[in-house]
């Protein structure tokens, strides 16, 4: 599967179990760890395991993927799912704002959702 189809699904699986400011930062050319970070909130601990188990789930599912780790605890409020090209971040608001992950990779393009990119006029 095509990374960059990976990482808009598993953001439309994190949108469907009401993910918090879900978004996608293109890394290449900026990292040699992976090729897309998204990066999505959950509310509360029962909220970050429905939306990191939905994730998991249906990628499995759908392509037969599992991630190759997954890091951190629900209790830590902040989940890593590693699927190589893609790297799914799952975390509390406290926690991504004390991260930034977002302001980290500054340079890095920022993914539009299909929704978003569809309600766009020209």
């Given at each position: 599967?095509?990374a960059?189809?990976?990482?808009?699904?598993?953001q439309?699986?994190?949108?469907?179990?009401?993910?918090e400011?879900?978004?996608?930062?293109?890394?290449?050319?900026?990292?040699?760890?992976?090729?897309?970070f998204?990066?999505?909130?959950?509310?509360?601990?029962?909220?970050?395991?429905?939306?990191?188990?939905?994730?998991?789930?249906?990628?499995?599912?759908?392509?037969?993927?599992?991630?190759a780790?997954i890091?951190?605890?629900y209790?830590t409020?902040?989940?890593?799912?590693?699927?190589?090209?893609?790297?799914?971040?799952?975390?509390?608001?406290?926690?991504?704002?004390?991260?930034d992950?977002?302001?980290l990779w500054?340079?890095?393009p920022?993914?539009?959702?299909?929704?978003?990119?569809?309600?766009?006029?020209?």
């Open positions: 599967m095509d960059r189809a990976l990482a808009i699904r598993c439309e699986l994190a949108e469907e179990k009401k993910a400011n879900p978004l996608i930062l293109d890394l290449r050319g900026l990292s040699n760890i992976t090729d897309y998204l990066i999505a909130g959950g509310t509360s601990e029962p909220h970050l395991r429905a939306i990191v188990d939905w994730i998991v789930e249906k990628i499995q599912e759908e392509f037969g993927l599992k991630p780790a890091d951190g605890t209790h409020n902040w989940v890593v799912l590693d699927y190589f090209d893609v790297v799914a971040h799952i975390m509390r608001p406290e926690t991504r704002a004390r991260y992950l977002e302001g500054g340079d890095a920022r993914i539009r959702p299909r929704r978003e990119a569809s309600d766009v006029s020209g």
